[in-house]
Nanobody
């Protein structure tokens, strides 16, 4: 099993920035082998939206809606990935959720809430 802990969410005014973190760890024996880490977000009443992905091979991919606004980091030695979010706007308000692919299995975190408002 893989445990995922997201953090870094909060309240920010429009135009502000936040940096989210996603930390993955094994809860049982064996080493974690991360193939990819993905960030999604889900706003109330809306479908979950893919935002960005980073692979073990350091290839990044972004949804067109956040290209140039969000930056995903490489997978760190401590199995942590960051999502730098700039120029946040009210429409970016959502629960931001991390997905970690360990071998061929995907694990989801609970998410961290981001609220953008005056």
């Amino acid at each position: 099993q893989v445990q995922i802990v997201e953090s870094g969410g909060g309240f920010v005014q429009p135009g502000g920035s936040l940096k989210l973190s996603c930390a993955a760890s094994k809860t049982d024996s064996g080493n974690i082998y991360i193939v990819a880490v993905r960030w999604y977000r889900q706003a109330p009443g809306k479908q979950r939206e893919f935002l960005a992905q980073i692979t073990r091979g350091r290839n990044s991919q972004y949804a067109p809606s956040v290209q140039g606004q969000f930056t995903i980091s490489e997978i760190g030695a401590n199995n942590t990935v960051f999502l730098q979010m700039n120029n946040l706007q009210p429409e970016d308000t959502a629960n931001y959720i991390c997905n970690v692919q360990h071998h061929s299995t995907n694990y989801w975190g609970q998410g961290t809430q981001v609220t953008v408002s005056y």
